[in-house]
């Protein structure tokens, strides 16, 4: 009992710690709008049409910041459904058997018929040991949200969820709109700033003023850091690829190819954005697909589960080392999670991930507690 309430308060105060940055970020747009509106617009800035100008557009980019914002921390994390999970009977057999070829026997005939293209380094059917479940394309377990997220592209502790392909797009548009925001608050407070200095330098500066220095200068800071971010996210979007693809080449049946899933910078476009061009750039679910199947520019991928369903027919009867494909078989649980460049970073590893039969959910369930 004392043991159950120690881990009931370790677990409350892990979740508050993991808040601290959403709190932190939320904390410091409530101070941006209070020293732009008031301290500059209202009280600062002389001309009733410099004033209604600068708060038009300031408010819209405002407003849509956040709702992205908001859209990706509370969007739930899209994850694989039930038809991934092994059944009660192949998760006993699995888990009890000790020959590993038995094992992979057991996963590869419970991947047929399931879209999967991406494989170990090894050529195993992907599976996650702690969730118990096979891993369909692009998922990767995350530690800290102790389940496999659907297209996972990272965990971002600054809106303590993960991204994925449910809010990958609201992620993007937070980013783009934060960075519009920063360049428009310090632009637009950028005289007012010089103004506030060289009254210093004459000794009539006026110190209530220190609000409109401090907004020039996080406005600058957070869009020189917003910028590169953005930049390389949009990067990632014309190349179809996540973060975690970025630094671990997804592997196919024909090998490792980190363009496997580059379809041109259109379609990749609206992999992510959709096809309704009204919804762009509005924090509004409109990307294509369902988060477990993904065309390739691979011309052998569509055969490539015919050979898993042949390997699985050559296990069964002859029980040899090699699949169909020729790829050696020595290792069925691989923790292809984990990325030596990123050791150590929970975000990126399986540590941590409780073990689990099945999933109880849908796709687009919300997250575990």
Known sequence: ???????????????????????????????SYYAYVFQLCLFTMQSDVEKIFCLIFYHPLLI????????????????????????????????????????????THAAIGLPLLCRTPTGEVRFCDKCKAIKPDRAHHCSVCSACILKMDHHCPWVNNCVGYSNY?????????????????????????????????????????????????AGIMFAVSLLSLFSYHCFLVSKNRTTLESFQVPI????????????????????????KKKFWFLPIFTSDGDGISYKTRIPTAANSYQAIESSAFSVQHSGPSNHADGLPRSVVCIDDDRNNLLDGQQQWTNDGGESRAGFDNKVLDPRRP
């Open 169 to 217: 797009k609201f992620f993007i548009l937070f980013l783009g709109y934060a960075l519009l925001y920063s360049l428009y608050s310090a632009l637009t407070s950028l005289q007012y700033f010089i103004s506030f200095w060289s009254g210093i330098g004459s000794g009539n500066s006026n110190m209530e003023k220190l609000h409109i220095v401090f907004l020039f200068f």
């Open 1 to 31: 009992m004392v043991l159950k309430m120690a881990g009931r308060g370790l677990s409350i105060c892990f979740a508050v710690f993991r808040s601290l940055p959403v709190v932190f970020i939320t904390a410091v747009i409530v101070w």
């Open 252 to 275: 196919f049946h024909s090998g490792p190819d980190k363009n496997g899933f580059n379809l041109g910078l259109r379609e990749n476009f609206t992999e992510v954005f959709g096809s």
């Open 64 to 107: 849509l910041m956040m709702w992205a914002y908001w859209k990706t921390i509370f969007t739930p994390v899209a994850l694989p459904p039930n038809e991934f999970c092994l059944s009660s009977d192949d998760l006993e057999h699995f888990e009890s058997d000790p020959s590993l070829t038995n094992r992979k026997e057991v996963l």
